[in-house]
């Protein structure tokens, strides 16, 4: 299952945080330490309500009894980075993996899901919605730093998780 809305995010509200994220400095960001394959925006204290904008703008996606984890950082793939294949149901409960490009001036670093046969090249603003179970990666950045957003919903156990539109 795969949701793509383009748009997602305003484009006052996208330049916004990449202006934040592309004059950060270098002890603004961390390296994640499960395989070094990305950077991960710290977060930011951030006084814009852009991320509780967004927050509510995906609750209308999904049925009531989900919760969602609330975009709150900012993340970025620089030259030579890529994300390994994975999926993202760590926890019983997260039924969607959900990101949000901020820039789509780079190259490489499309989303591909190796199941489905499918690669995304990632466009300014378009929100992707998948299935926690579906395996995905993301390739190499060859040119250029990829910036986005995550956030993952999560769900009862004891009922099947849907979007609110039973897509």
């Known amino acids: 299952m795969l949701l793509s809305v383009d748009s997602f995010i305003k484009e006052d509200e996208r330049l916004e945080l990449l202006c934040v994220a592309h004059y950060a400095s270098k002890d603004d ?5 499960g395989g070094g394959e990305y950077w991960i925006g710290n977060r930011y204290p951030f006084e814009s309500k852009i991320f509780d904008e967004l927050n509510n703008r995906i609750k209308l996606y999904f049925s009531e009894y989900q919760t969602i984890s609330p975009f709150c ?22 039924n969607f993996g959900c990101v949000v490009y901020l820039n789509d001036n780079f190259d490489g670093g499309e989303l591909v899901y190796p199941k489905l046969n499918k690669t995304i090249k990632p466009i300014a603003g378009r929100l992707i919605v998948h299935s926690s179970e579906e395996p995905h990666l993301v390739n190499t950045v060859l040119n250029g730093t990829r910036y986005f957003l995550s956030s993952f919903i999560y769900g009862d156990e004891t009922k099947t998780a849907k979007l609110a539109n039973n897509e």
């Open 29 to 33: 960001w961390s390296i994640n330490t």
């Open 73 to 94: 950082s900012i993340q970025r793939i620089a030259v030579g980075l890529g994300m390994g294949e994975h999926s993202d149901n760590y926890n019983k409960t997260c």
